[in-house]
């Protein structure tokens, strides 16, 4: 095992020191991303939350403010019903039926629920209605037979007062809207009905029956109306003193009290009526109808709530607009929407559902839709996976960025030592046959021969001596000029035939003194191709100089010259690695050495490469004679290309165009 090199130490080290440091941001990014996406969604769900309670306020509000509204329609007609004058009192409700929009049919009943006003022989199809509705229901169980909790007679005013201390707190928009549609309805009562002495004449603006006296007594009854709902809060002790003071009060000025509210004060003054609603299903349809017991009275007079109208003035409870992404809608007992705002769809289970008061509106209720988007989860979700991608890339780059300067500074590293053993080898091969050269020169300076013979043997040493630096130094220029890209080829007319055979018969005793018997396989006939006389020399050169090193163990090196495709498969690699044209003729190398390994025949023609060892321990050699073979031969448009030999040892054939 090789020891490492400091450099190679050096580079771990540096690897190390980029790769820790960058593992440790990504987990720290991602570990702060993780953080920050938890962040997001616990706000996303707090601000889920706190729009789902402020939709269900704003839901309870106008539930609030559509019992008040209703409360006041019921308080006013059950005023107008009590302050109506008994001796003409069918006149009178007549007359409130038809100028009322929000009255549907009034009645008279005994206190045993026997129907008086209208009966079953009237001859007005909403009469007949109302005895079909409501006849039998008031025989069998009349409300008014049942005691009155005082909580449910003071229902009204109770629910008024609860939500005018919310009211307080809403939005002023919210309240001028309301209080709008309140200021509407109570509008309806301030024009005065018909008393005895106007009985069976519709009140109108132009009618004499409208007095000055009949007009003050409906603003006084108007104020005292609100006085009274103002007063809801006030206990019922001091509130009956009051209006029994303000009652002496209004007798003494105005010294007559054939008004409506006179009659009112006189009746709050003397005792307190008996009063209520019924809300009452028939056929799936909603009724409301309100009774009056007054104090003193026989029967009990009563009214049928147009609900159709009603619920068109209901949509003032609602507010104006409403904030993005909410909706409210107000819903009958059978779930049908009958006014709504904002975004409300048409399925899906609402926010928060706020039922309406059972002694009000049985089954009805207020809801709020809330319209989340998933946008801001969507979003964080995609934060963080975008972010988590944006760190992945960040230290793929820089895991990638430092493989890269490893793989370059190993590859430097690896360079800079072939060089290194480059040098020292083309030194060393440079060094022996200087020193060849030197040694016999001076044996023949000093005159150390024992006879001719000898010196011409000295002089042949010298000689191929000679050949070996100057192919050495061939080769080293040559490879210099082939990594600048500087190799010129001076092509020309070459006989393949000739060629070879020279080269052959001046290489025949290097190789029989490296233990090489030459055989040749050379056609007679004359092969001319086109290409560099000096590059062919040189691969040749090199191919048998590295029988010589290391297939001397053979006996034999075997130069063939074939003319065309001698090998197809041969030649189809040649082809495709080649310049494109077809192999003209074919030189071949073959030795009956070692052979070479299959894990190294893929690199034996990369620069500086050597096979191993064991097999090239006592063998010089830089490891570029085969390097440049081939640049060589591919310069010259062909392909230098290794096969192993049947039989045992290698085969090197060079292809030319």
Request: hydrophobic share 40%; with cysteine.
């Amino acid at each position: 095992m090789q020891p490492v090199s400091p450099a190679s130490r050096r580079i771990v080290t540096y690897w190390l020191l980029l790769l820790v440091p960058t593992l440790l941001v990504g987990a720290g990014a991602i570990q702060l991303l993780r953080r920050e996406q938890a962040r997001l969604a616990e706000q996303s769900a707090e601000a889920r939350e706190t729009r789902r309670a402020a939709v269900a306020a704003r839901a309870r509000l106008i539930a609030e403010n559509v019992e008040l509204l209703v409360g006041d329609v019921q308080a006013g007609l059950l005023d107008v019903l009590a302050a109506a004058p008994a001796e003409s009192l069918d006149a009178f409700l007549g007359d409130w039926e038809r100028s009322q929009p929000l009255v549907r049919t009034a009645f008279r009943s005994t206190l045993g629920g026997r129907l008086l006003r209208p009966t079953s022989g009237a001859a007005d199809e909403d009469a007949r209605g109302f005895v079909r509705r409501f006849g039998r229901r008031l025989s069998e169980s009349p409300p008014w037979s049942s005691p009155m909790s005082p909580d449910a007679t003071n229902a009204p005013a109770q629910a008024k007062t609860a939500i005018e201390d919310e009211a307080r707190k809403a939005v002023s928009q919210n309240v001028a809207q309301v209080q709008s549609a309140r200021r509407d309805v109570q509008e309806l009562f301030k024009t005065p009905y018909p008393t005895a002495a106007n009985a069976g004449v519709a009140p109108s603006a132009s009618s004499p029956a409208m007095s000055d006296e009949t007009e003050r007594s409906s603003s006084r009854m108007q104020r005292r109306a609100e006085a009274d709902l103002a007063a809801a809060a006030i206990p019922e002790k001091v509130k009956a003193e009051a209006t029994a003071s303000d009652w002496r009060r209004g007798a003494a000025n105005e010294g007559k009290v054939n008004a409506p509210a006179a009659q009112v004060a006189r009746m709050k003054d003397a005792a307190p009526d008996r009063r209520g609603w019924l809300p009452h299903l028939v056929d799936g349809r909603l009724h409301l109808l309100g009774w009056v017991l007054p104090s003193g009275a026989t029967e009990v007079r009563g009214v049928e709530l147009e609900l159709a109208a009603m619920t068109g003035r209901l949509a003032g409870a609602l507010p104006t607009e409403a904030a993005r992404g909410e909706g409210y809608a107000l819903r009958d007992h059978q779930r049908r929407t009958l006014h709504q705002i904002g975004q409300v769809p048409a399925q899906g289970a609402p926010a928060v559902t706020v039922p309406l008061a059972e002694n009000i509106f049985p089954g009805w209720e207020v809801v709020g839709f809330l319209n989340v988007s998933p946008t801001v989860e969507q979003n964080g979700r995609a934060f963080f996976w975008i972010s988590i991608l944006l760190v992945a890339i960040f230290v793929t780059a820089i895991l990638a960025g430092g493989s890269l300067l490893l793989w370059q500074a190993r590859r430097s590293e690896e360079e800079a030592a072939q060089k290194t053993s480059f040098v020292a080898n083309v030194s060393h091969e440079f060094k022996t046959p200087l020193t060849t050269i030197r040694l016999y020169s001076e044996l023949l300076e000093q005159g150390r021969v024992r006879d001719a013979a000898q010196g011409s043997d000295y002089l042949r040493t010298i000689g191929r001596e000679t050949q070996r630096l100057a192919r050495l130094v061939n080769n080293a220029l040559d490879f210099s000029r082939l990594e600048q890209g500087r190799k010129k080829f001076a092509r020309e007319p070459v006989d393949l035939t000739a060629e070879l055979s020279r080269l052959l018969d001046s290489q025949a005793p290097r190789l029989a003194e490296c233990g090489l018997t030459l055989r040749r396989q050379i056609p007679d006939a004359a092969v001319t191709v086109m290409t560099d006389r000096d590059a062919l020399e040189q691969i040749v050169l090199n191919l048998l100089d590295n029988a010589c090193k290391y297939a001397s163990e053979g006996r034999e090196v075997t130069v063939a010259l074939t003319t065309g495709a001698a090998d197809s498969a041969g030649s189809g690699q040649a082809h495709s690695a080649g310049s494109g044209q077809a192999p003209a003729a074919e030189v071949r190398v073959a030795d009956r050495g070692p052979g070479v390994p299959s894990e190294h025949r893929d690199r034996i023609f990369e620069k500086f490469h050597r096979v191993d060892d064991a097999l090239t321990a006592e063998k010089t050699g830089a490891g570029l004679g085969l390097s440049i073979a081939r640049q060589l031969a591919r310069g010259l448009g062909g392909e230098l290309r290794f096969a192993p030999r049947e039989g045992g040892g290698a085969e090197f054939i060079l292809q030319l165009p």
